[in-house]
């Protein structure tokens, strides 16, 4: 089964300094990747999908990330932060299942804080 | 566009009442599938489901029953609740055809158990 890590349960830049997020992912195939965005007291919302392809994948936001197969990483970034993207960010992969289907397991989560 | 909905909200139940968590999608969308979020575990795939009549388990399964008797319900059923299952559960759905496919999520609904 595929797992996904998310490295830093809380991330804290200052407004306007870069952000990175820590993915890695377990996959013996090469896998589906996701970035989603959780605002507080509401359901998440899709940031990018890496599936195949260009590496560097763009989303909303300025938000991007790159596929690393060597690293099995995923890590998102944004050149600029601001107070907007505060938020609880979560990776994700798509595994197929014995059903013929697919289902999506999600790491643990980053918090993002901007500070002023 | 109603998109996925949940209810109830809000829920608060005492130890051993039973339950169902209701959810709806109007996008003839064949996969359905259940999550809870905790502090620190983030989303936890309960159950899913890739089609009417079709259900399987995911990572924490147990105290919970799903059925899929429609293509657009997929309501979770707690028989027997237990403070360990105090959580926010969201309710997702997507197409089938790819792993590539986006989930789209319910706004959650909010449980707790005394």
């Known amino acids: 089964a595929q797992s996904v890590t998310q490295l830093g349960s809380h991330v804290s830049v200052s407004e306007g300094a870069l952000v990175l997020l820590r993915c890695n992912y377990s996959?013996?195939?090469?896998?589906?990747l996701f970035w989603y965005v959780q605002y507080p007291n509401q359901g998440l919302q899709l940031l990018l999908k890496?599936?195949?392809?260009?590496?560097l994948v763009k989303g909303i936001n300025g938000f991007e990330a790159e596929f690393k197969k060597s690293e099995t990483s995923f890590h998102l970034t944004k050149p600029s932060a601001h107070m907007s993207d505060a938020a609880e960010y979560f990776c994700?992969?798509?595994?197929?299942?014995?059903?013929?289907?697919?289902?999506?397991?999600f790491g643990a989560g980053t918090r993002l804080f901007v500070k002023a | 566009n109603a998109g996925v909905t949940q209810t109830p909200k809000f829920q608060v139940l005492k130890t051993g009442q039973s339950m169902t968590l209701q959810c709806a999608q109007d996008?003839?969308?064949?996969?359905m599938s259940w999550y809870r979020q905790d502090p620190g575990m983030g989303l936890r795939l309960i159950h899913y489901?890739?089609?009417?009549?079709?259900?399987d388990q995911g990572e924490v399964p147990n105290g919970y029953n799903v059925s899929r008797s429609t293509t657009e319900d997929f309501p979770l059923r707690l028989l027997s609740a237990a403070p360990s299952q105090t959580s926010v559960y969201f309710c997702?759905?997507?197409?089938?055809?790819?792993?590539?496919?986006?989930?789209?999520f319910g706004a959650g609904s909010r449980l707790t158990v005394l």
């Open positions: 489901s890739v089609g009417a009549g079709i259900t």
């Open positions: 997702a759905s997507r197409t089938v055809a790819s792993g590539a496919n986006v989930l789209t």
């Open positions: 996008m003839n969308h064949e996969y």
């Open positions: 890496y599936t195949t392809g260009a590496t």
């Open positions: 994700a992969v798509s595994e197929q299942t014995g059903t013929g289907g697919f289902k999506t397991i």
């Open positions: 996959s013996s195939v090469p896998p589906y």
